[in-house]
């Protein structure tokens, strides 16, 4: 699972070190926690565990992985559990 790291243009690098990066969500991982890459210089960042954005290097990635696995599984349980205790509707 291993991302090829997208070669960043003169351009998009000249383009942010002026106007600054216009980063977009590249990934949701869970609701709190999100990718982004800037559009111009393909720079990617990531939230950290207190909400600031920060540089996405292989440590952070594997992170993210491990967290997106985790929230998967618990939303998945969730919604089993949700199955299994609805109540049942009688129709006659």
């Given at each position: 699972?291993?991302?090829?790291?997208?070669?960043?243009?003169?351009?998009g690098k000249l383009y942010c070190s002026v106007f600054g990066h216009n980063f977009q969500v590249s990934?949701?991982?869970?609701?709190?926690v999100k990718e982004?890459?800037?559009?111009?210089c393909k720079k990617e960042m990531t939230t950290n565990s207190k909400g600031n954005l920060t540089e996405?290097?292989?440590k952070y990635r594997?992170?993210?992985y491990v967290l997106k696995r985790?929230?998967?599984?618990?939303?998945?349980?969730?919604a089993?559990?949700?199955?299994?205790?609805?109540?049942?509707?009688l129709s006659s």
């Open positions: 699972m291993h991302k090829v790291p997208q070669k960043q243009s003169l351009k990934k949701k991982i869970t609701y709190h982004y890459q800037c559009c111009h996405l290097t292989p594997e992170i993210n985790i929230h998967k599984n618990k939303q998945k349980r969730f089993a559990q949700a199955l299994k205790n609805a109540p049942l509707k």
